[in-house]
């Protein structure tokens, strides 16, 4: 008997999505171990994470959710596949399963490598230098030091063209950045501003 696939899980916990489009949304999020780039900025420790299967995954996604308010059937019960780079593990048995169990799933990606079928909603974050698989997407998100970002609006087909500060410290480079592109949408990290996860 085939033994069932593991996900390297850092942590699965509900809390309000505090950048992109979609600030404000409370939201499960599912941050996996481990990623293809490295990224200076990354606040996930990808040597810390617990295997799990799909069963699990949605258990704990459930039960987390369930803490604060009611799983809807009828809502949408967003869900973020976070990390690290998501896309180096999931696949279309999550993805099925997770809608199965009334989740609208985003995910936050590097756009580096192709994605499963049905993912609702997707934020690409593409880094400095990397090669992009994906030309599409919900929005394109950039945490911005300075860097090249004219071509990501080219490249990237995205209905939401956002700018972040890096870790809140160069805000009004953003600023004036957004002021002369308006093209460009600031989004800063609302959640480190009020001090939650």
């Known amino acids: 008997m085939a033994q069932k696939k593991r996900y390297r899980i850092n942590e699965i916990f ?9 600030r404000g949304t409370p939201a499960v999020f599912v941050r996996f171990s481990g990623c293809n780039l490295n990224c200076g900025f990354c606040d996930t420790n990808h040597s810390a994470y617990q295997l799990m299967s799909i069963e699990e995954i949605i258990t704990t996604a459930i039960e987390e959710h369930n803490r604060f308010s009611p799983l809807s059937k009828k809502a ?4 973020v ?7 180096l593990q999931i696949d279309d048995d999550l993805i099925n399963a997770l809608h199965e169990a009334h ?3 985003a995910i936050e990606t590097n756009g580096t490598l192709d994605l499963p079928k049905g993912i609702d909603w997707t934020t690409c ?18 945490v911005y030091t300075g860097q090249p970002v004219e071509h ?21 480079e953003v600023i004036r950045y957004v ?3 308006p093209h460009w949408r600031l989004s800063i990290q609302m959640h480190k501003y009020i001090g939650i996860e």
């Open 179 to 181: 002021k002369s592109h």
């Open 103 to 105: 989740f609208y799933i």
């Open 14 to 22: 509900y809390s309000l999505q505090g950048e992109g489009a979609l």
């Open 125 to 142: 974050s593409p880094k400095e230098g990397s090669m992009l698989s994906i030309s599409q997407a919900d929005e394109v998100k950039i």
């Open 76 to 79: 949408k019960n967003l869900l």
């Open 81 to 87: 596949l976070t990390g690290g780079e998501p896309a």
């Open 152 to 172: 990501y609006y080219k490249e990237i087909s995205a209905t939401h063209y956002i700018l972040q500060p890096c870790s809140i410290q160069n805000t009004d």
